[in-house]
């Protein structure tokens, strides 16, 4: 078996008293999609925002692409390849749909300080971008600015960001959020094909779609990993069914 | 051509028309006039570079204005005294060439900008306004104890600084050299609005989060557009000087820090003509309701408040409307 | 050097501290309560100072323009309050700087209209003039000495509201969470204009005390405000502990500062080159003073992590 593309060992994070992440172990392996579910105020926030990189943790370490990034900033570990996309939009909402894709393609090539230049005109970032647009489907409405978006071409326009980093992992904070159901299904359809491109770590609330979609499934309770494995494994561990689904059913 | 373009040939054309009618009418202080309102629009579009493209609420501009001015004013001071600059450990000498004074001008308030902004933009938002705010008054009582150039009373230039080929002392052919710069300036900043830097600029003054997360660092971006965006202030500075042939500490005050902002307001945050449109306000306001009452500044104070409060985008908001999207 | 001339700049440095604290403290209550920038806040200075002067003037009386002068401002708050900041505590700070820019704009012509540009003059109480002698052999101004004095009694007094009283608790709440407030059924627009009222009767007092040592004239609260903004800076924004460390340490930079500067510098240079070269120096320290503790925390002395 190949390395895993991101490798999360021991990390811990706390504020103040409260510990947040204990000692968490994670594995992103090629082509899979591994989901991490949990309870509210389980701690997946601050988990992906330990991974990206937006927050600094107590203890532990995090690899990518076999190398520690634990010492790089967010921006850094995006130059990497870690595509994130964002549970509330986040989005450059005064500019157009392609704006904010040629925008990613940009960042991923890295000549920012170029003052002289017709961005909009470049031929090389405009491929990518459109190359993402076609993909995610919004080739339709690039000249839209992204403020007129709806919720869901929000979403998708996210992952279409996310597409022009030249991806080698996803790092996809509730995708489905404020989807409705025939949103959601249309974007399940998408990251089952997505993971062949890069794999997904995926963190949703969504039961349905967790189910339907990943190859593993670890659950955060109390910022503890307390299992990790197949769907149907996690659907018979007693611990699970007891810390996780028991809340579920409150 | 869209709305917002046509407003600004209209606009540069007035401001052209003014004063060539004044030259043909012989009214040399409508020129004077007009060459002030376009040295005040491109200390605004320096501002505007920040504050429009950047979002960075700065409120120490008029350090950079003040030291483009007194870049000017210790190199002709020199010159017109005939006093080297310093003798060791090389000699300087001054200078009335407006050839040179312009770099020395840019680069030194460039590089003033970007101490600033490194030390400013290690905070954000209220603070950042604060900072640049008390920075800008430490430069303001610095020229005012710095005795060998003036201290309060500030320095006065008997001839306006040399172009090749041009009368400076000329007010149309004055206006002549500051028109041309505001051009070269607005097409530079235009041209950076959509460059690369540009594009992630303006993301960043959106949306931070998502600039990082395509692998790029606002504080570089900050830094990078507060130090050109000072160096142009600067430059307008120094032009400022030479209209007056004067520079003193008031160049330095926090009450031109708020008018170059005015002039960005009052045209229309983050429209790079804008501030063009806000200083030819600002100076038709400032004569007009400076002919009726003394206490003119009241009035601008109730407008300023009107614009603030009910016309956010300024004139451009009002008769452009809403920015487009690029395609 | 003589040590007595050395604690007199001190004592000077302390007072002119604590005026600041004066100004300081109802710049970080409005700011952290509404989250708003006011640039006006030098003008209520100013308000207070012009009211003292008037009253006193009028009725001969110093405790008369004290209590003139803390109605003005309050008055001059609310009413803006609830004209125009109102309508600002929504808006980005862009907003709120340029409208508040405006009304210092009206504030200053205002007043220049209704009292001249000639500086007014303010006359120390007759019980507090001439000095007092302090332990070892120290001559110090009787009015200063009070000044220090009303001053920490207005901190003292500041902080007990904070802690012990209903409207502190309110505000050290709507500071932690402003729609918690509202839920809890707490006017909240009332809280607001009596925050902001009390800042300006806070700095209308300053105006006035200090008046009375310096001239009163327009354009005298803007120095003060960005003083202030260093002192809240320094202190982290929003932390009344912090705006009074912060206005002791600008206060005791800028006053040991201009005296001692040019004396150190005079050790190693000549007289005149040393009174240049340290006044210019020391006309800046207090942003030097700012620079260095940005460097070590962006957030201020008291402010968050």
Request: some cysteine.
């Amino acid at each position: 078996m190949t390395d895993p593309i991101l490798k999360v060992r021991g990390l811990t994070k706390s504020f103040g008293g409260l510990v947040a992440t204990r000692d968490v172990d994670l594995d992103l392996r090629a082509g899979e999609i591994h989901a991490l579910i949990g309870p509210n105020g389980a701690g997946k926030s601050t988990l992906v925002q330990l991974i990206s990189g937006a927050l600094r943790p107590d203890a532990g370490s995090v690899q990518f692409g076999g190398q520690d990034v634990s010492a790089l900033t967010t921006a850094a570990r995006a130059r990497k390849g870690m595509a994130r996309t964002f549970q509330i939009s986040s989005l450059a909402m005064e500019y157009s749909v392609l704006q904010n894709v040629v925008l990613g393609a940009l960042g991923r090539r890295g000549d920012v300080f170029r003052f002289f230049n017709r961005v909009m005109k470049d031929q090389q970032l405009l491929k990518v971008a459109e190359k993402a647009l076609v993909q995610v489907g919004l080739q339709d409405v690039r000249a839209f600015r992204t403020s007129d978006l709806s919720h869901g071409q929000r979403r998708q326009l996210e992952v279409a960001v996310a597409l022009t980093l030249d991806p080698k992992a996803f790092l996809m904070d509730e995708p489905m959020a404020g989807l409705g159901a025939e949103g959601s299904q249309q974007l399940q359809g998408f990251l089952d094909q997505l993971r062949h491109q890069a794999p997904i770590l995926l963190i949703e609330h969504d039961m349905d779609a967790v189910f339907a979609l990943a190859d593993r499934i670890s659950v955060l309770v109390y910022g503890e990993i307390i299992a990790t494995g197949t769907v149907d494994e996690i659907r018979g561990n007693p611990a699970v069914r007891q810390a996780y689904l028991g809340e579920v059913a409150e | 051509m869209t709305r917002e373009s046509c407003l600004n040939v209209v606009l540069m054309g007035l401001l052209l028309a003014v004063p060539l009618a004044a030259w043909a009418l012989d009214e040399p202080f409508i020129i004077t006039l007009t060459t002030r309102a376009v040295i005040f629009a491109i200390a605004g579009v320096g501002l505007n570079l920040a504050l429009g493209f950047g979002g960075l609420v700065s409120f120490g501009h008029a350090a950079f204005f003040g030291l483009g001015g007194y870049a000017m004013g210790i190199l002709a001071y020199h010159a017109q005294t005939y006093t080297p600059l310093m003798d060791w450990p090389f000699v300087i000498e001054g200078t009335k060439s407006m050839l040179v004074i312009w770099p020395v001008a840019i680069v030194a308030s460039g590089l003033a900008a970007l101490a600033i902004g490194a030390l400013s933009l290690r905070t954000s938002g209220v603070y950042f306004i604060m900072i640049t705010l008390a920075f800008g008054q430490m430069f303001f009582y610095f020229t005012i104890s710095w005795s060998a150039y003036g201290g309060e009373d500030g320095l006065s230039i008997y001839v306006r600084n040399s172009f090749p080929g041009l009368n400076t002392m000329d007010p149309i052919q004055f206006f002549a050299i500051c028109y041309g710069l505001l051009l070269l300036v607005l097409w530079g900043v235009h041209r950076m609005a959509n460059a690369s830097f540009g594009l992630a600029l303006r993301a960043a003054r959106q949306n931070e989060e998502r600039l990082q997360a395509v692998g790029q660092v606002p504080y570089r971006l900050y830094l990078t557009a507060f130090a050109i965006s000072g160096a142009i202030t600067g430059l307008a500075g120094a032009l400022f000087a030479d209209l007056n042939r004067f520079v003193s500490p008031s160049m330095l005050s926090w009450q031109t820090s708020g008018e170059i902002m005015v002039f960005v307001i009052l045209g229309g945050v983050g429209r790079v003509y804008g501030p063009v449109a806000g200083a030819a306000l600002f100076i038709l306001l400032e004569h007009t309701l400076g002919g009726l009452s003394p206490y003119w500044h009241v009035y601008l104070g109730a407008i300023l408040l009107g614009v603030v409060l009910f016309a956010r985008g300024g004139i451009f908001g009002l008769l452009a409307g809403r920015e487009v999207a690029h395609d | 050097m003589s040590w007595i001339l050395l604690v007199e700049q001190a004592l000077n440095g302390l007072q002119f501290g604590v005026m600041l604290f004066l100004m300081a403290a109802g710049l970080t209550l409005i700011f952290g309560v509404m989250g708003l920038i006011n640039l006006a806040h030098g003008s209520l200075y100013m308000v207070g100072a012009f009211a003292a002067a008037a009253v006193a003037a009028a009725t001969g009386s110093f405790v008369l323009a004290l209590i003139a002068s803390l109605a003005a401002a309050a008055l001059a708050g609310v009413l803006i309050e609830a004209t125009i900041i109102r309508r600002l505590y929504d808006r980005d700070h862009l907003d709120q700087v340029l409208a508040t820019f405006a009304l210092i704009l009206i504030f200053s012509e205002g007043t220049r209209w209704a009292f001249g540009s000639f500086p007014l003059f303010l006359d120390r109480p007759e019980a507090l003039s001439g000095t007092v002698s302090l332990p070892f052999g120290i001559e110090y101004s009787r009015y200063r000495l009070a000044l220090i004095g009303v001053g920490l009694a207005v901190a003292a007094g500041l902080f007990w509201m904070i802690a012990k009283t209903r409207v502190g608790i309110r505000i050290r709440a709507g500071e932690n969470d402003r729609e918690m407030i509202a839920a809890l059924g707490v006017d909240i627009s009332r809280l607001y204009t009596l925050v902001f009222a009390l800042g300006a009767a806070l700095a209308g007092l300053a105006g006035a005390l200090i008046g009375a040592i310096q001239s009163v004239q327009v354009g005298m609260g803007e120095p003060v405000l960005i003083l202030a903004f260093v002192v809240i800076v320094i202190g982290g924004i929003g932390s009344v502990q912090g705006a009074l460390v912060g206005a002791i340490l600008v206060g005791l930079t800028d006053t040991l500062g201009g005296f001692l500067l040019p004396k150190a510098f005079a050790l190693f240079l000549s007289p005149a080159a040393a009174t240049s070269v340290g006044s210019s120096l020391a006309s800046m320290s207090i942003y030097i003073l700012m620079a260095g503790v940005l460097l070590v925390r962006p957030k201020g002395l008291f402010g968050g992590a």
